[in-house]
């Protein structure tokens, strides 16, 4: 998943190589609260220029997608290891 709508607000998917343009322009996380705690997901505002520009909307869905990949990318390798530690096979 690359992208969510909340509250008619689109929130791109972003990671460590991603979040600092994010927050370089301002836009805030994606949160929600549950039993009491604010709960921060890895997701952020879209720019709002990105409903007016298909390039940029372009650009920064490749962003998000990027981040999603590498994402699942990180869970398969840890999903691997944690069945390798708990049965003993092999990668």
Do not use: H
Not at 13 to 24: A, L, P, T
Not at 42 to 50: H, L, Q, R, V
Not at 54 to 82: G, H, M, V
């Amino acid at each position: 998943m690359f992208g969510l709508v909340a509250d008619d607000v689109l929130y791109l998917k972003v990671d460590g190589e991603s979040v600092d343009r994010f927050i370089d322009l301002g836009l805030e996380p994606f949160e929600y609260e549950k039993n009491g705690a604010k709960i921060k997901m890895s997701y952020y505002m879209a720019p709002e220029s990105i409903f007016e520009d298909f390039e940029q909307a372009k650009e920064w869905a490749a962003l998000a997608f990027d981040a999603a990949l590498r994402a699942r990318k990180s869970a398969a390798i840890a999903t691997a290891k944690k069945k390798k530690d708990l049965d003993g096979s092999t990668l």
